[in-house]
Nanobody, 115 residues
Framework: QVQLVESGGGLVQPGGSLRLSCAAS????????MRWYRQGPGKERELVAG????????SYSDSVKGRFTISRDNAKNTVYLQMNSLKPEDTAVYYC????????WGQGTQVTVSS
């Protein structure tokens, strides 16, 4: 069955870095664009970053542009989110999302930015 499994979340101090991974299985990963969303406490889910099927085109929300980098490895069926210069307002559950002829969500991974 289709699975998206996020990992790499945790507690980090402001200014620190984390790298999230999302391992996909059960579908043709290279045929799907991928996105990262996040949902902070008391907030709606928001789009953070997206990447096309080949990895040649990426996009970011204004709130993370210049600090976060999305990438993918189609040989490993994995999408990544490198997060640098983290701020307390980046605290959220981060979800990966596969978008193609069907769509699929991961279960999420918690990122907490706090001193």
């Amino acid at each position: 069955q289709v699975q998206l499994v996020e990992s790499g979340g945790g507690l980090v101090q402001p200014g620190g870095s984390l790298r999230l991974s999302c391992a996909a299985s059960g579908f043709i990963f290279s045929s799907y664009a991928m996105r990262w969303y996040r949902q902070g406490p008391g907030k709606e889910r928001e789009l953070v970053a997206g990447i096309n099927r080949s990895g040649g085109t990426t996009s970011y929300s204004d709130s993370v542009k210049g600090r976060f980098t999305i990438s993918r490895d189609n040989a490993k069926n994995t999408v990544y989110l490198q997060m640098n210069s983290l701020k307390p307002e980046d605290t959220a559950v981060y979800y990966c999302y596969a978008w193609g002829i069907s769509s699929h969500w991961g279960q999420g991974t918690q990122v907490t930015v706090s001193s």
